[in-house]
């Protein structure tokens, strides 16, 4: 029985960060593993509300009432079981998630909510180190075989699942290392990578082929995937980068996208190059984008030594608490988000757009014209207007571009399976998750549009339950009530 007066004894706390100046000397998490105590205390503030709304904020349905009382009463290995009955990487959401459970925690109507993400990654955390993430491999093999093609997220939650179901999976990577964008987009300090490769060691003794340095469509046909495999399932995310295309002096040298930024300065610290041809060091950054994306790059021009970094955002600064009149409680609210990189440094524009990129007059960009301006729906659709007099110059020798993705990539295993994207440039699925195609199947990013990872390991626990069942194998598998392979509208 949970304790009913736990939050009036604590209060809300989350665990310290490490000291700026010294955490952004290295690339090391941001947040050391927080004491046990304070956990246990933070748990204890969960009251078991009659109707936990939190299970119906996270998309994975996480029992979290059941692992708050677990952890309040010490009993860690069966909160990390039950925690892993939803969730497949818990040590994945439990440091990145934006937790949406919280904003629909109940104890937030009144007071500050359960800091349930916390919770969960402590709870992850002591089920890594006293030894209770154990292979589960199957006790019998169903003879069925699957490829999964993309291995973010999404393609890893659904491979362990089938695996342990006892098909024969094999999962195919473009890139040289296993982890979709937890791997080469996310940084260190958000995410260290040995995190995913614990994850992966379990998976391998489980059964699962992992297969690098395929580009399927290219190195393989989907032809031949469709011929040696019983299903292929889709979860190649939605990579196409958002461009800010006629946008006068975008074609200056120092004009980048964010993921052309990220993905090598995240190789830079996995030891896999000596140095990134995109360096903010001594550089006046400017970002274009107030997402969380922007607030990987300005956390990472600041491990690289930028001399300035401003972030801009087009839209008007965010009251800092919930306004309940337009997003009431237990929805998801539109309020200020403060990433630990904004404490880090660098300045934050709010209400403008870029005008022009200026040249130096030798083909680099020099600064960036920006104007304010006001974002308004007129009819249902995105306007923006320019205030007229408005424009100014920010300094600036690298500008990246943040603005988010345009869907999953035009690519050839698209046009050999005779799958076309929507207009989200998303791939669409039906009620069983399949494409189009016969015994294809889609999610994740790439059928969700761009998102977050909780939503990913949902849509692929939901996915790998549709191909068990396509399969034919007995039994079903576990999956959220809540993910739809209807189209949704991104959550990012
Ligand atoms: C910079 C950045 C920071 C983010 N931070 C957060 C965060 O803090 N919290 C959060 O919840 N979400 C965050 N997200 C979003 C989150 O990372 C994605 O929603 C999630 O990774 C999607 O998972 P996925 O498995 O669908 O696809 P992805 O992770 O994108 O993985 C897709 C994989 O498919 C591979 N692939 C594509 N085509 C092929 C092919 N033909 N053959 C073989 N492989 C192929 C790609 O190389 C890639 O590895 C962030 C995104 C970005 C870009
Ligand atoms: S996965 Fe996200 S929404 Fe679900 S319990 Fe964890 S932090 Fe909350």
């Given at each position: 029985?949970?304790?009913?007066?736990?939050?009036?004894?604590?209060?809300?706390q989350?665990?310290?960060?490490?000291?700026?100046?010294?955490?952004?000397?290295?690339?090391?998490?941001?947040?050391?593993?927080?004491?046990?105590?304070?956990?246990?205390?933070?748990?204890?503030?969960?009251?078991?509300?009659?109707?936990?709304?939190?299970?119906?904020?996270?998309?994975?349905?996480?029992?979290?009432?059941?692992?708050?009382?677990?952890?309040?009463?010490?009993?860690?290995?069966?909160?990390?079981?039950?925690?892993?009955?939803?969730?497949?990487?818990?040590?994945?959401?439990?440091?990145?998630?934006?937790?949406?459970?919280?904003?629909?925690?109940?104890?937030?109507?009144?007071?500050?909510?359960?800091?349930?993400?916390?919770?969960?990654?402590?709870?992850?955390?002591?089920?890594?180190?006293l030894?209770?993430?154990?292979?589960?491999?199957?006790?019998?093999?169903?003879?069925?075989?699957?490829?999964?093609?993309?291995?973010?997220?999404?393609?890893?939650?659904?491979?362990?699942?089938?695996?342990?179901?006892?098909?024969?999976?094999?999962?195919?990577?473009?890139?040289?290392?296993?982890g979709?964008?937890?791997?080469?987009g996310?940084?260190?300090?958000?995410?260290?990578?040995?995190?995913?490769?614990?994850?992966?060691?379990?998976?391998?003794a489980?059964g699962v082929?992992?297969?690098?340095g395929?580009?399927?469509?290219?190195?393989?046909?989907?032809?031949?995937?469709?011929?040696?495999?019983?299903?292929?399932?889709?979860?190649?995310?939605?990579?196409?980068?958002?461009?800010?295309?006629?946008?006068?002096?975008?074609?200056?040298?120092?004009?980048?996208?964010?993921?052309?930024?990220?993905?090598?300065?995240?190789?830079?610290?996995?030891?896999?190059?000596?140095?990134?041809?995109?360096?903010?060091?001594?550089?006046?950054?400017?970002?274009?984008?107030?997402?969380?994306?922007?607030?990987?790059?300005?956390?990472?021009?600041?491990?690289?030594?930028?001399?300035?970094?401003?972030?801009?955002?087009?839209?008007?600064?965010?009251?800092?608490?919930?306004?309940?009149?337009?997003?009431?409680?237990?929805?998801?609210?539109?309020?200020?988000?403060?990433?630990?990189?904004?404490?880090?440094?660098?300045?934050?524009?709010?209400?403008?757009?870029?005008?022009?990129?200026?040249?130096?007059?030798?083909?680099?960009?020099?600064?960036?014209?920006?104007?304010d301006?006001v974002?308004?729906?007129?009819?249902?659709?995105?306007?923006?207007?320019?205030?007229?007099?408005?424009?100014?110059?920010?300094?600036?020798?690298?500008?990246?571009?943040?603005?988010?993705?345009?869907?999953?990539?035009?690519?050839?295993l698209?046009?050999?399976l005779?799958?076309?994207?929507?207009?989200?440039?998303?791939v669409?699925?039906?009620?069983?998750?399949?494409?189009?195609?016969?015994?294809?199947?889609?999610?994740?990013?790439?059928?969700?549009?761009?998102s977050?990872?909780?939503?990913?390991?949902?849509?692929?626990?939901?996915?790998?339950?549709?191909?068990?069942?396509?399969?034919?194998?007995?039994?079903?598998?576990?999956?959220?009530?809540?993910?739809?392979?209807?189209?949704?509208?991104?959550?990012?």
């Open positions: 029985m949970p304790d009913p007066n736990g939050f009036l004894r604590y209060e809300r989350l665990p310290k960060r490490r000291p700026v100046p010294v955490r952004i000397r290295d690339w090391r998490e941001v947040y050391p593993p927080a004491g046990e105590e304070l956990i246990r205390d933070q748990a204890t503030r969960c009251m078991d509300c009659g109707i936990p709304f939190c299970h119906e904020g996270c998309p994975l349905g996480n029992r979290i009432p059941d692992w708050n009382d677990l952890v309040r009463t010490n009993a860690w290995a069966a909160a990390a079981e039950s925690l892993h009955a939803t969730n497949n990487f818990p040590e994945f959401t439990g440091r990145l998630c934006p937790a949406p459970c919280e904003a629909a925690c109940v104890l937030g109507i009144a007071d500050d909510p359960v800091t349930i993400k916390q919770v969960e990654v402590e709870i992850a955390n002591h089920a890594f180190d030894g209770y993430v154990k292979p589960q491999p199957p006790a019998t093999l169903s003879g069925r075989s699957v490829a999964v093609v993309g291995s973010g997220p999404a393609g890893l939650a659904a491979a362990q699942q089938l695996a342990r179901a006892g098909h024969a999976v094999t999962v195919f990577e473009r890139d040289d290392r296993i979709g964008l937890l791997r080469y996310i940084p260190d300090f958000k995410l260290e990578k040995e995190r995913i490769d614990a994850r992966l060691a379990q998976m391998e489980e082929i992992f297969q690098t395929v580009n399927v469509g290219v190195d393989v046909t989907a032809d031949d995937l469709r011929e040696r495999f019983d299903a292929v399932l889709l979860t190649c995310g939605a990579l196409a980068g958002r461009d800010t295309h006629g946008t006068p002096g975008r074609q200056l040298r120092g004009v980048h996208l964010a993921m052309d930024h990220l993905v090598p300065a995240n190789r830079v610290v996995a030891g896999l190059q000596e140095s990134t041809p995109i360096d903010a060091r001594d550089k006046h950054v400017v970002i274009i984008g107030g997402g969380d994306t922007g607030a990987d790059c300005l956390g990472v021009a600041h491990r690289q030594g930028a001399a300035n970094v401003i972030q801009l955002d087009q839209y008007p600064l965010p009251p800092e608490a919930r306004a309940a009149e337009l997003h009431p409680w237990p929805t998801w609210p539109v309020i200020l988000r403060n990433y630990p990189a904004h404490e880090e440094g660098g300045e934050r524009v709010f209400g403008v757009a870029v005008q022009e990129f200026v040249d130096d007059g030798n083909g680099n960009v020099a600064a960036v014209r920006v104007a301006v974002v308004e729906r007129v009819d249902g659709r995105r306007t923006v207007t320019v205030t007229p007099g408005s424009e100014r110059d920010l300094r600036a020798d690298l500008v990246l571009l943040a603005i988010g993705f345009e869907g999953t990539e035009q690519q050839p698209l046009d050999q005779g799958v076309t994207r929507n207009p989200r440039g998303a669409d699925a039906g009620d069983d998750w399949q494409t189009g195609a016969d015994g294809v199947f889609v999610a994740g990013d790439m059928h969700r549009g761009a977050l990872i909780v939503w990913a390991i949902a849509e692929g626990r939901a996915a790998a339950a549709a191909i068990h069942q396509y399969l034919g194998a007995p039994g079903d598998l576990p999956a959220p009530v809540r993910p739809t392979s209807q189209p949704l509208a991104a959550t990012r």
